[in-house]
């Protein structure tokens, strides 16, 4: 599990009781975050509340700039972490149907989950409609594996496909980040709402 497998050796289940640690303590802060109340996540798509917005692009960065120092301590080996491989229109196209999924529904998987955990119905139906779309994706693969299988780039770093070094791109995506942080503040000021902290 990251770096603690570099200093130290664990068995499997050490490694995968770690990692369900992990998974619980995520869940548990994106519900204390607020990410279990579909008026918060829609409102990053209507601009009242771009909470969504900071706190993810914040953890990617956190993430980002983090692996690198660990790889730099030689506390985490980079070569071994996992990139997904890259397949160019089924990507753009599972982006918009989440997208979609994401301001109809109110949830994404994560924060479904975690709505889930404290007896959401709504976010019960999301869960279910999500399974009911990856059941009739399995059904018909035969029918759309030449464009589900389409236009592979294999596992790329967008670092690489710029020509950046990954310290100058980490650079950028900081700058990127708060200049994003400055229009997410004029957005909630321009789209700002009444009190919309009581949940659905």
Same mark, same amino acid.
């Given at each position: 599990?990251?770096?603690?497998?570099?200093?130290?050796?664990?068995?499997?289940?050490?490694?995968? &009781?770690?990692?369900?640690?992990?998974?619980?303590?995520?869940?548990?802060? &994106?519900?204390?975050?607020?990410?279990?109340?579909? /008026?918060?996540?829609?409102?990053?798509?209507? !601009?009242?509340?771009?909470?969504?917005?900071? $706190?993810?692009?914040?953890?990617?960065? $956190?993430?980002?700039? @983090?692996?690198?120092?660990?790889?730099?301590?030689?506390?985490?080996?980079?070569?071994?972490?996992?990139?997904? %491989?890259?397949?160019?229109?089924?990507?753009?196209? !599972?982006?918009?149907?989440? @997208?979609?999924?994401?301001?109809?529904? !109110?949830?994404?998987?994560? +924060?479904? &989950?975690?709505?889930?955990?404290?007896?959401?119905?709504?976010?019960?139906?999301?869960?279910?409609?999500?399974?009911? @779309? =990856?059941?009739?994706? =399995? %059904?018909?693969?035969?029918?759309?594996? !030449?464009?589900?299988?389409?236009?592979?780039?294999?596992? $790329? /770093?967008?670092? %690489? +496909?710029?020509?950046?070094?990954?310290?100058?791109?980490?650079?950028?995506?900081?700058?990127?980040?708060?200049?994003?942080?400055?229009? =997410? %503040?004029?957005?909630?000021? /321009?789209?700002? /709402?009444?009190?919309?902290?009581?949940?659905?």
């Amino acid at each position: 599990m990251g770096p603690v497998s570099s200093l130290i050796s664990l068995p499997g289940w050490a490694n995968m &009781l770690i990692a369900v640690a992990i998974g619980i303590g995520f869940g548990f802060s &994106l519900e204390q975050a607020g990410f279990s109340s579909s /008026r918060k996540l829609v409102g990053m798509f209507y !601009g009242y509340d771009t909470t969504v917005l900071k $706190v993810f692009f914040t953890a990617a960065i $956190v993430a980002l700039a @983090g692996s690198q120092f660990m790889g730099y301590l030689g506390l985490l080996d980079l070569t071994k972490v996992f990139v997904n %491989e890259y397949y160019v229109l089924p990507a753009i196209t !599972g982006g918009v149907i989440m @997208g979609l999924g994401f301001v109809v529904g !109110g949830f994404c998987p994560g +924060t479904g &989950l975690a709505a889930i955990s404290i007896g959401k119905i709504d976010a019960m139906v999301f869960f279910f409609g999500g399974l009911t @779309g =990856a059941f009739i994706f =399995a %059904e018909t693969y035969p029918l759309i594996k !030449g464009f589900s299988d389409g236009t592979y780039k294999g596992p $790329v /770093r967008i670092n %690489e +496909t710029l020509g950046l070094s990954p310290g100058v791109f980490t650079f950028l995506l900081i700058i990127a980040a708060v200049f994003m942080f400055w229009l =997410a %503040e004029k957005a909630e000021k /321009r789209f700002s /709402r009444p009190d919309i902290s009581a949940d659905i």
